[in-house]
């Protein structure tokens, strides 16, 4: 079974730039979420889909961060513009529901510097 | 608030020694608990959770956890750690069956 994919491993870009993190998770998962981890800080949630509707982006930080879903599969994280303390890596998960809790299995995670 | 708390940033062990990684966490009803590691270049791999049942749960690679209520206390730990141990470990607790949040992480070090 493939695990969850994330592109681009690494990103360097520039203030005020682009940019598009990719996820596609694992194939059947109806889960799919966004986490975040700034340099040395814990782990943040972003938001969760479940199929292609978001069920909580109370995570987001901001309106510069548009995370889509269409069709329900592979799942894109857009950042415009993007700004310095947006620096970190962003871990994507999927799951399906096991006994009432959502295990997950991550992403090896998009690493975005922005210079 | 539910949070997690990781208070050693960095622990550095020598091979085969036993190991105590700690987590203690605020959260108001019965916790679903999670110890995640992640090696470099690898995604979080899931070492093992705590729904219910047992306080003493095991996982893989060796590795098992406490829970104690009293303590609000979830420590990972290992008798004798070995060279491929050394990853950065993240204690996590579920939220309302979907939302996790996660300590900060320690990064272990083994020395030979």
């Known amino acids: 079974e493939a695990g969850v994919t994330q592109f681009p491993s690494h990103s360097v870009i520039e203030k005020g730039q682009t940019v598009t993190l990719r996820c596609d998770p694992i194939?059947?998962?109806?889960?799919l979420y966004w986490y975040r981890r700034v340099m040395g800080k814990e782990i943040k949630f972003l938001l969760h889909?479940?199929?292609?509707?978001?069920?909580?982006e109370s995570g987001m930080p901001n309106n510069r961060f548009l995370a889509e879903r269409t069709g329900g599969t592979y799942s894109t994280l857009k950042v415009q513009p993007a700004e310095l303390e947006d620096s970190g890596v962003y871990f994507c998960?999927?799951?399906?529901?096991?006994?009432?809790?959502?295990?997950?299995?991550f992403g090896a995670g998009s690493r975005l510097t922005v210079l | 608030a539910q949070s997690v708390t990781q208070p050693d940033i960095h622990i550095t062990v020598s091979e085969g020694a036993s190991l105590e990684l700690r987590c203690n966490y605020s959260?108001?009803?019965?916790?679903?608990l999670f110890w995640y590691v992640q090696s470099p270049g690898q995604g979080l791999q899931l070492l093992l959770k705590?729904?219910?049942?047992?306080?003493l749960v095991q996982g893989i690679k060796g590795f098992e956890a406490e829970f104690k209520r009293s303590q609000s206390s979830f420590n990972l730990r290992k008798p004798s750690v070995h060279w491929s141990d050394a990853a950065e470990y993240f204690c996590?607790?579920?939220?309302?069956?979907?939302?996790?949040?996660f300590g900060s992480g320690t990064k272990l070090n083994v020395k030979p």
């Open positions: 705590y729904f219910s049942g047992d306080t």
């Open positions: 998960a999927s799951s399906q529901e096991v006994a009432g809790a959502n295990v997950l299995t």
């Open positions: 996590a607790v579920l939220y309302n069956f979907n939302k996790f949040y």
């Open positions: 959260y108001g009803a019965t916790p679903y």
């Open positions: 194939s059947g998962h109806d889960n």
């Open positions: 889909f479940v199929k292609e509707s978001k069920q909580d």
